[in-house]
Each structure stands twice: as structure tokens, then as C-alpha cells.
């Protein structure tokens, strides 16, 4: 290209002059200057085709840069906009629309996968900014680069690899026209950029098209006190013009210049009707800017675009609505708020299912209905570019014998949940588990168009052919291209932007299944649902997609199959009418009308809020919600959830002030209570299912010799479990605790506070530490248990009886093991429904959530002094209906506190019971740091230390594990 020709010369005649470099104005002590240069570039359009578009392409490069006397650079801020706009061989435009820069585009701009240091543009830019920054101007200017304009300095090579020719030319344009006006040397830099190409018109008879690429761009200084300081606004039009057959008729070489570098050549005075070209009112709109904030420069009082402010209107007479719009993104950048703004996008979701592999019985083998469901949800912008995927699989399977008997009945995890569990591993030619591939094919197709996606090569075995993708994918993928396509067909807007997180959720079992009666083939049914979401950074839904399929095979009492394995299976939303619910719908709404009112019901909410939505029958209870949505909602709760639960695990933030004082008194003591409630559970009726509902709260203490309460940590776990109406468990899973769920528990938007459950906990732990026990339980509570006292009620809305019962019963527990009043107690949990069992008919069936408890102290180098360790099987029986059993009301005590009544020791080759062994495991520990304690467990989970193999034989993984949970919660982590 001619003009990337012209900038390499442009820039060596820049180095060859830096020694004669002098800034325009020099500023006193104290004050600095604010400059901004923009390079602009259309070489890279092209005239339309036959089979092609033409395409009008502006690459516009910003740095706003501020400067001390000494021209060393403060401040700077780099950006690039690339809008661009189609035309086709008739000379009509294709589209116009808005544009966001790379720094505005962030993850979503899409280099990180190209980049061969894997680092995305906007990370290289703000390495570029934080390596000029503290240089002079000359310095930057004389970086060493290669032939192609990449940084080669040793320093500088690791974080920036992208061509820096236009930011060297656009950082000497802001350096040479930069200005003292009003600039500190201690203020902060903002840029903010607006373009679209809405100006843009089809060539007629009369006159050729034109595309028109129109910038608005601020450059702004902030000073201490969060007031503009200084400002620079300017404007740029990239005209590009075609005739009727979508040739260009432009000179693509001619400089682009901006509004301001023409001055007067704009032509502007002779129509203003105050005599003042662009350049002035522009100068004007920034010096009233000055002394002012983002909400005064919003607030400004505009109508139809123009100022009605009597003083800015006497001397700015333009349309003000961008200049306000890039002015407070300079603001916003300044004080370093988020840059990236969403923007909407599509999302959808395409399914694949199979029943070909299934087989009959045929007497020394069972039957198998296997289902094999391919799943792929998209994100796609404007262009159909792929912003994300997922891909994922879910096999449920049936198996029956030859007198059609159906063997067992289930729940299934996907591809992806199974993880290293899937097994792929070791077959794979590449070392590569199924999980790593999927991953890996995900983010190929990423930051693609939906067209390169689909016209990928492959092999003969339908493995990607391109040698870079082959390395990290030999799995067939034809069947994936599939559903995407699916996928792509069905996307719509849903809702969700370009900055939200994209989520998959697949539950699935076959407990429909049933064997073979006299007057009826025997059924092997896998129900699956899928939900596709996005969540916004509050963790609220903003879309959803969800769907859901039924694959059925028939088998008569020979256990041979009678199904046709070739017919497709349909999904839900695709059978649409054809479901025929209508007819048994109270409110004669199909399956798929529901599913659309749920979806659009659930956009703003968290998965607590959603899980808040059925009542005890796991129908909707709201009463908005109810008109439109009739059916169990249970299976999509349980979608939300888990889809959020995807999320990225959000710290909870900590507060200095919330800081106890340490107590130097020795000798403390530590304690621990676990106070467990089941009357919450419900049985099945039919429709819904049955659920153990299982509270669990936790208290763990360290008090000081003279009974002040030194350190205390708060947690609760809720582990469920859902059972149907014929007495089989629905799911078994793990489960996080309030504390470790941070942001994602949901109880923000309902609070009156607008605080979550961690930071109401952590304020609560802060109001108790320093206290005796009697000062704490003689704090004032309203009739609904809730802290009354004014300092107290700021911070902690939730009812505190439960905390203050087990904190009483922790305290008068607390024994001296070896702590003292300064270390710090971590608190850790670990909580499963894995051992829970199905009801068979003569036998009830069993919920039980299995919750192992650590309470663990630290000295200051991160050794264990003291350790308490505790568990419980809180347990709720049910039969083959359904029904509960079990009495709800009865004490749920730990493994300690039962001690002998326990009743491992007849089973023990030790002749040791459980509370004897976790003890002798809590004294192993104490003089011992984390990475010492995690190897005392084999492969296995049994003890593999020596000295302690004699005391403890029972499984001890679980138990490492809440050791370590505790040492990640304590505060002080040993260097």
C-alpha cells in the first residue's frame, strides 16, 4: 500500500529530527500540556464485484498525550476506531450503523488467539502507554522497531508485538500541537471516541455515493479533585465516493485530515450565524468544559442536538450531542471506569440428538437406548462474527434386559462436566482430553465469521485438516458444524450484549423410563434440558434460551427394540404446536409459548431470585408470572443455577475498618458448631418433586485467655436434594457455601441494604470479634431477629437468632489446643449428596448430605497450630411414592458429637471410632503447613504418612480438603 509506504518514510524523517524537537508552548512548573494526534488510513478500500461488496475502509489511530515542561510524557492514551462501510455493484450502501473502538471492544476485538504472546490488543496498547510513560517525547519516538514496525527492545517485545507506525505518528502530531491550558502535571488523561458512517448515501444518476466515516474524538485531563482541568475536542469525516457501479471514485492516497488540523479550510464561517468555523466552537464546547464533571456535561441542557445554554450558545452554534458523548467517555477513561460497552448481540442455541447406536437385548447382553445430544450456543454480533461458543455433549443412556426390564435410572453429566473424568485422555493421539478439545475448537471458531466457520477443511475422518487446529483437535467435528449451524440459524436478540458471559446448562436423566407391561412396549426415555444465558457482571440474567428434548426408545418383553432408530428427535421448541399440550394447558399456552414467557420473565434476575420463583409443588408462584407459565418450573431453576454457577467466582471485598484488633493475651481457645436444620424438605405429589432441604449453619471461634472473642468465622451451606414421585433422586452434586458463592448467592438486589450475604456476615464477625459472649448475645434484636442496634442494622439486615445460637454453642465448646489469640482462623467446608440412594420398593430411599468441617488456625508462617475436624450425614428418608418418612423435626448431630454412638468401632481394624480418628488426624496436623498436610493422603484418599497410619484408617482426602478451604479463608497465607 502507497500509504504504509508514506508512514514508514513519514517516520524516518521523524527520527532523523528528533534532535531539533521543541514543544509548542512550554508550561510553568506545575502545569503541563494536553495534546491529541490523529492518524487516518482508507488504502485498505476496495471497489465492489461481481460476487463481492465494495468496502470503504477507515483505520483512525488516537493518542492523547500529556506532557510536563520537559516534554517527558505524564500521561497517554491510545485507541483505534475502524469503521467501515459496504457498498455493492449497483452503488448502494449495504448498512450504517455505530462503531466501537478496539479499546471498547476489549476480549471481544478477538487478537488474543492470533497474538503470539497470547495477550489482546487492548493489553498491548496499555503496555505500549505504561512503557512511554515517564520518557520524553524524543524517547519515545526513537523505540527501536523492526522492518515491519514492532517493538524489538528486550523490554517492551514480551507485551507488545502489533505494529506501533501510526501510534509513533499519531503520539509526534498530539506531542507537537499539545497546550498549557490548564493542564497539572498531577491530573489524570481520558480519550473518548464516537464514529459511525450514518451520513452515508447511494450514487444516483446525478451524483456519486459517498460513504461517510464520521469521528468525534476527546482528549481530556482530570485533575485531584474530579473536575475537568483541560479539554480538547475534534472531529473527522473519511469520505470515500463510489459511482453506480461501486467503483471507487475517490483518491485513497489524498490526506485525511481532522476538522481541526483544516481550520478554516472546512468551510463552516460563511454558514455560521456567529462567523466561527468548526475549530472555534469546538475550542469553545472545551473550554466550557473546564470545572466541570461527566454529570455536568450530560446534564447539559440541549434541544434537537443544539446547546441551550445562553452563555455556551453565543459562541458554539454546532450540534453538541457527540461532543458531550465523547467527552464523557474521555471522563470516564480519565478515572479509569470500564471502557467497554456492551452492545447487543445474538445468541442462540442448536441441538443434535441421535438414537442410531441403541441396541436390543438378546439374552447375554441388555439393551441399550444410547443417546448421543451435540449442543452448541452461539454469540454473534451485527456481522455474524462469532464473539463465543460452546460446545458440549450429553450421552444418557438406558439399558434393559430381555424381559424388558429397565436396569437403573439416573441422572447424567455432560462432556464438559465430567472433565479429566470423561476418559479420552489416554486414547487420544495427542494427549488431550475431550474437554481440552472442545475448548480448543471453541476458540478457533471464535472471533471468525459464521461463513469461515462453516467452510473449515476437514479430513477423511471429519477432523479439522488445518495443521495449527489438528494439533489440538483430532475429534470428529462434523456433527458439531451441525448443531452450530443450527445454532446460527436460530440466533436472535435475545437481550444479552457483547460484555456479558455466555453460559451453558445441560441437565438430562432417564427416571421417565419404564419396563414392559402386558399391554405396553416397555420405554427408555432420556429428558434433557438445555439453557443457553448470558449474565451481566451483577450475575442477572440478560437472556435465555431454553429447550428441551424427550428420545424415546420402545422395547417389547424380548427386550427388542420396536423403535424407528432413524427418525429424528425433535426438540421441544421445534415441534412447537405439534408438542400438543394446548389441549391440557389450564391457560391453552403450548410448551414453547411458556418457555418464551419464562425466558423473557427470568431477564434481570439473579439464579436466587429465579430459584425463588415455584412454590413447594415446583410450580410458578409469582403471580406475574403465573398467567403465562403454567408447568414445573424445578428442571429450569436447576438450568439457572448451574449456569451461574459458571460464573467466575467473585472475592468478597474486604474492609479495613472492619479490621479486629489482635489481642496479645495467649492460650486462646478454638471452637466449633454446626447446628443443622431438615424441616424445610418437602415430599413429591406428581408433579413436583420431592426435595431434602437441608440449612447448615456454621460457626467457627477463636477466643482469647480473657473470654473476648478474638477472631469468629460465619458460613452457611444449603445442600438439596430432589427426588420424584417413584422414589428416585433426581441429581447428586456438590455444593458451595454463602461465603464461597460471594456475588452469585443474589441476595443484593433484595437486600434493603443493597448488601450480599457475605458482606453482611463479614460486617456481623466484625461487630462480634473483641467482645465477651455475654456482650454479644445481649445485642438488641426487633421481633424478627434482626439487629436493632443503629450502627449494627446499617450493615446487617438478616435475621442473626441462628448465628448467635451456634457462636454461644462454638464459644462454650472452645478448648485451648495450641492456638494463640494472634493467629488467624480459617474456616473450610466441603458438601455433597453423592451417597444419596433411590427407593426400591422394599427398601426406603435416602437423601443424605455428606458436610466435612474444618475450623483451623495459623500462625503469622502459615503453620497449622490448632484443628478442629467435624462432619455430618444429615439424612431424610422417602418411599417408592415419594413420600417422606423420616421425622424432619429430629436433632441432626455431627460424627462428634455422637462419638461411640457413631458406631465405626466394630468396623474399624483399628478398634478406633470416627471422632478418636479425626482427633488423632486434627493433633497430626498442628506444626504443619498446608503443602505438608495435602500429602498425607494417597491416590486413594487413605493415609499414606506412617506415624499416622496406625491412628486413622478411615478415608482422609475430604477432610485435607477443608483444611485447605480453612487456610485459604484464613487472612494471613504464609509467604
Not at 412 to 435: F, H, Q, R, T, V
Amino acid at each position: 500500500m502507497k500509504t504504509k509506504t508514506a508512514l514508514l518514510i513519514a517516520l524516518a524523517l521523524l527520527f532523523s529530527c528528533l534532535a531539533g524537537f521543541t514543544p509548542a508552548v512550554h508550561a510553568e512548573t506545575g502545569e503541563a500540556r494536553l495534546g491529541l494526534g490523529l492518524v487516518t488510513d482508507v488504502t485498505g478500500s476496495t471497489s465492489a464485484t461481481e460476487t463481492e461488496d465494495g468496502r470503504a475502509k477507515v483505520d483512525t489511530t488516537a493518542v492523547a498525550v500529556l506532557l510536563d515542561a520537559d516534554d517527558t510524557i505524564i500521561d497517554v492514551k491510545i485507541d483505534i476506531v475502524q469503521p467501515y462501510s459496504f457498498f455493492d455493484s449497483a452503488g448502494v450502501v449495504v448498512e450504517t450503523k455505530d462503531f466501537m473502538t478496539k479499546r471498547e471492544l476489549g476480549d471481544d476485538y478477538g487478537m488474543v488467539n492470533a497474538s503470539p504472546i497470547g495477550k489482546e490488543w487492548y493489553e498491548q496498547a496499555s503496555a505500549l502507554e505504561d512503557y512511554w510513560i515517564g520518557k520524553t517525547v524524543a524517547e519515545a519516538l526513537a523505540m527501536e522497531v523492526d522492518e515491519e514496525v514492532r517493538p524489538t527492545g528486550e523490554d517492551l517485545i514480551a507485551s507488545v508485538t502489533v505494529h506501533v507506525d501510526t501510534f509513533l505518528l499519531a503520539l509526534e502530531k498530539a506531542a507537537a500541537t499539545a497546550e498549557a491550558v490548564g493542564s497539572k502535571t498531577s491530573d489524570r488523561i481520558g480519550l473518548g471516541i464516537t464514529a459511525n458512517n450514518k451520513r452515508s448515501g447511494n450514487a444516483t444518476e446525478d451524483a456519486e455515493g459517498l460513504t461517510q466515516a464520521y469521528l468525534h474524538v476527546a482528549a481530556l485531563s482530570v485533575g485531584e479533585d474530579g473536575l475537568i482541568s483541560a479539554a480538547i475536542i475534534d472531529g473527522l469525516q473519511a469520505n470515500i465516493k463510489f459511482d453506480m457501479e461501486g467503483q471507487i471514485t475517490s483518491d485513497l492516497e489524498a490526506e485525511v485530515k481532522s476538522k481541526n488540523e483544516l481550520g478554516d479550510e472546512y468551510g463552516m464561517r460563511a454558514a455560521s450565524g456567529i462567523d466561527a468555523e468548526w475549530f472555534e466552537q469546538a475550542k469553545a464546547f472545551a473550554a466550557y468544559l473546564v470545572g466541570k464533571t461527566a454529570a455536568d456535561v450530560e446534564g447539559l441542557a440541549v434541544e434537537e442536538g443544539k446547546t441551550t445554554d445562553k452563555d455556551l450558545s453565543a459562541s458554539v452554534t454546532i450540534s453538541v450531542t457527540d461532543m458531550q458523548a465523547v467527552a464523557v467517555k474521555a471522563y470516564n477513561d480519565a478515572l479509569g471506569a470500564k471502557a467497554v460497552e456492551g452492545k447487543a448481540v445474538k445468541t442462540g442455541l442448536g441441538i443434535v440428538t441421535n438414537i442410531s447406536g441403541s441396541t436390543s437385548a438378546d439374552g447375554e447382553t441388555a439393551g441399550r437406548a444410547k443417546v448421543d445430544s451435540t449442543v452448541v450456543g452461539v454469540m454473534l454480533d451485527e456481522n455474524d462474527i462469532v464473539l463465543d461458543v460452546i460446545i458440549d455433549v450429553i450421552q444418557p443412556y438406558t439399558e434393559w434386559d430381555a424381559e424388558g426390564v429397565v436396569s437403573e435410572l439416573k441422572s447424567y453429566s455432560s462432556k464438559l462436566e465430567l472433565g479429566d473424568d470423561y476418559g479420552m485422555k489416554a486414547a487420544s493421539e495427542i494427549g488431550a482430553e475431550w474437554y481440552e478439545q472442545s475448548e480448543s475448537l471453541s476458540a478457533y471458531w471464535t472471533g471468525k465469521t459464521v461463513e469461515e466457520v462453516l467452510a473449515m477443511e476437514l479430513n477423511d475422518d471429519n477432523a479439522p485438516a488445518d495443521q495449527d487446529l489438528a494439533a489440538s483437535v483430532t475429534v470428529s467435528v462434523n456433527v458439531y458444524l451441525t448443531a452450530f449451524k443450527e445454532a446460527v440459524e436460530a440466533a436472535a436478540e435475545h437481550g444479552a450484549e457483547s460484555t456479558d458471559t455466555l453460559t451453558l446448562a445441560i441437565i438430562a436423566d432417564n427416571n421417565r423410563s419404564k419396563d414392559v407391561a402386558e399391554d405396553a412396549d416397555g420405554l427408555a426415555e432420556a429428558y434433557i434440558h438445555y439453557g443457553l444465558f448470558t449474565f451481566d457482571q451483577e450475575a442477572k440474567v440478560t437472556s435465555a434460551v431454553i429447550d428441551a428434548v424427550q428420545a424415546r426408545v420402545n422395547f417389547d418383553g424380548e427386550g427388542q427394540i420396536t423403535s424407528d432408530l432413524v427418525e429424528d428427535v425433535t426438540t421441544k421448541v421445534e415441534l412447537g404446536a405439534d408438542y400438543g399440550m394446548v389441549v391440557a394447558s389450564e391457560i391453552g399456552k403450548e410448551w414453547y409459548e411458556q418457555i418464551d414467557a419464562f425466558e423473557a420473565f427470568i431477564v434481570g434476575k439473579t439464579a436466587e431470585e429465579v430459584n425463588e420463583l415455584a412454590d413447594e409443588d415446583g410450580k410458578a408462584a409469582d403471580e406475574d408470572l403465573v398467567a403465562s407459565v403454567t408447568i414445573t418450573i424445578t428442571a429450569l431453576q436447576q438450568l439457572v443455577s448451574e449456569a451461574a454457577e459458571q460464573l467466575s467466582d467473585v472475592e468478597a471485598p474486604v474492609n479495613p475498618e472492619e479490621e479486629p484488633t489482635e489481642p496479645e493475651a495467649e492460650g486462646a481457645k478454638t471452637g466449633l458448631a454446626v447446628m443443622t436444620d431438615v424441616s424445610g424438605s418437602t415430599s413429591a405429589d406428581g408433579e413436583t418433586d420431592g426435595r431434602a432441604k437441608t440449612d447448615i449453619t456454621v460457626v467457627a471461634v477463636l477466643v482469647a485467655e480473657d473470654g473476648t472473642i478474638a477472631d469468629v468465622k460465619l458460613d452457611i451451606v444449603q445442600p438439596y436434594t430432589f427426588f420424584d414421585a417413584e422414589g428416585k433422586i433426581v441429581e447428586t452434586k456438590s455444593f458451595m457455601t454463602k461465603r464461597e458463592l460471594g456475588y452469585e448467592y443474589g441476595m443484593l438486589q433484595a437486600s434493603a441494604i443493597e448488601k450480599e450475604w457475605f458482606e453482611q456476615a463479614s460486617a456481623f464477625e466484625a461487630f462480634v470479634r473483641g467482645k465477651s459472649l455475654e456482650d454479644v448475645l445481649a445485642m438488641e434484636l426487633d421481633d424478627e431477629h434482626r439487629p436493632a442496634d443503629e450502627d449494627l442494622k446499617a450493615s446487617v439486615t438478616v435475621h442473626v437468632d441462628a448465628y448467635l445460637a451456634a457462636l454461644e454453642k462454638a464459644v462454650n465448646n472452645a478448648v485451648a489446643s495450641g492456638a494463640e489469640a494472634t493467629d488467624e482462623l480459617g474456616l473450610g467446608i466441603v458438601a455433597t449428596n453423592m451417597r444419596s440412594k433411590d427407593a426400591d420398593g422394599e427398601t426406603d430411599g435416602q437423601t443424605e448430605a455428606y458436610v466435612h468441617y474444618a475450623a483451623v488456625t495459623f500462625n503469622a508462617d502459615g503453620v497449622v497450630t490448632s484443628a478442629i475436624l467435624d462432619a455430618n450425614q444429615p439424612k431424610v428418608s422417602f418411599d417408592a411414592a415419594g413420600q417422606i418418612t423420616s421425622d424432619l423435626e429430629a436433632e441432626q448431630p455431627t460424627k462428634l458429637e455422637l462419638g461411640a454412638d457413631y458406631g465405626m468401632v466394630a468396623a474399624s481394624e483399628i478398634g478406633k471410632e470416627w471422632n478418636e480418628q479425626a482427633e488423632a488426624l486434627a493433633l497430626h496436623v498442628v506444626g504443619k503447613n498446608v503443602e505438608e498436610i495435602l500429602t498425607l493422603a494417597d491416590d486413594e484418599g487413605a493415609v499414606a504418612d506412617e506415624d499416622l497410619v496406625a491412628s486413622v484408617t478411615i478415608s482422609i482426602d475430604t477432610m485435607l480438603e477443608t483444611i485447605h478451604k480453612a487456610y485459604q479463608d484464613a487472612s494471613v497465607v504464609a509467604e
